[in-house]
T-cell receptor
Framework: NAGVTQTPKFQVLKTGQSMTLQCAQDMNHEYMSWYRQDPGMGLRLIHYSVGAGITDQGEVPNGYNVSRSTTEDFPLRLLSAAPSQTSVYFC??????????????FGNGTRLTVT | GDSVTQMEGPVTLSEEAFLTINCTYT??????LFWYVQYPGEGLQLLLK?????DKGSNKGFEATYRKETTSFHLEKGSVQVSDSAVYFCALRNYGGSQGNLIFGKGTKLSVKP
């Protein structure tokens, strides 16, 4: 029962470096999303996808890119990391974009530090 | 836009104490309301939900009632345990206002002492 798998668990980057945070789900969920969690800020939506080939921006999309080439995978790319992107990142998925009875399933997070 | 406001933490209680974590929301239309829990080092898990006014969500001894007249969804538990120590997030989903994405409050950290 893998659910939502995020890799890596921890990452340290230098300012200006690029990297990709991986997210995969094995539940055939249509909807996938990325949140960042910061102290005192709760969770804020970065990008989301309602199906393969479809992505859209959330509340805080600047500095991040996403793509959804398959149903299973939803990687988050940082093209040029900045200290303000130091955060814990969560990927989450649910069966359908709409439908109240479809709960959001979260991965265990990636803790990113940008120095 | 839609928003969720929950009481600031941290909250520290003794085992078997009564818990209330306040949550109020602002949204157009008829949002669904949720409580999620995050245990240390883990992602969030759905604790309970309510989809319409006066619904009561319940799970693991926790309860919350959807009060449209006061735009509230307060979380309660009659007798907390050390194992309830976690961060609790109130959230809403409003298809009219936020394309069905979850909007979270800032979280309330609960510590239960033996």
């Amino acid at each position: 029962n893998a659910g939502v798998t995020q890799t890596p668990k921890f990452q340290v980057l230098k300012t200006g470096q690029s990297m990709t945070l991986q997210c995969a789900q094995d539940m055939n969920h249509e909807y996938m999303s990325w949140y960042r969690q910061d102290p005192g800020m709760g969770l804020r939506l970065i990008h989301y996808s309602v199906g393969a080939g479809i992505t859209d921006q959330g509340e805080v999309p600047n500095g991040y890119n996403v793509s959804r080439s398959t149903t299973e995978d939803f990687p988050l790319r940082l093209l040029s990391a900045a200290p303000s992107q130091t955060s814990v990142y969560f990927c989450a998925s649910k069966a359908t974009p709409t439908g109240t009875n479809s709960p959001l399933h979260f991965g265990n997070g990636t803790r990113l530090t940008v120095t | 836009g839609d928003s969720v406001t929950q009481m600031e933490g941290p909250v520290t209680l003794s085992e078997e104490a009564f818990l209330t974590i306040n949550c109020t929301y602002t949204a157009t239309g008829y949002p669904s309301l949720f409580w999620y829990v995050q245990y240390p080092g883990e992602g969030l898990q759905l604790l309970l939900k309510a989809t319409k006014a006066d619904d009561k969500g319940s799970n693991k001894g926790f309860e919350a009632t959807y009060r449209k007249e006061t735009t509230s969804f307060h979380l309660e538990k009659g007798s907390v345990q050390v194992s309830d120590s976690a961060v609790y997030f109130c959230a809403l989903r409003n298809y009219g206002g936020s394309q069905g994405n979850l909007i979270f409050g800032k979280g309330t950290k609960l510590s239960v002492k033996p």
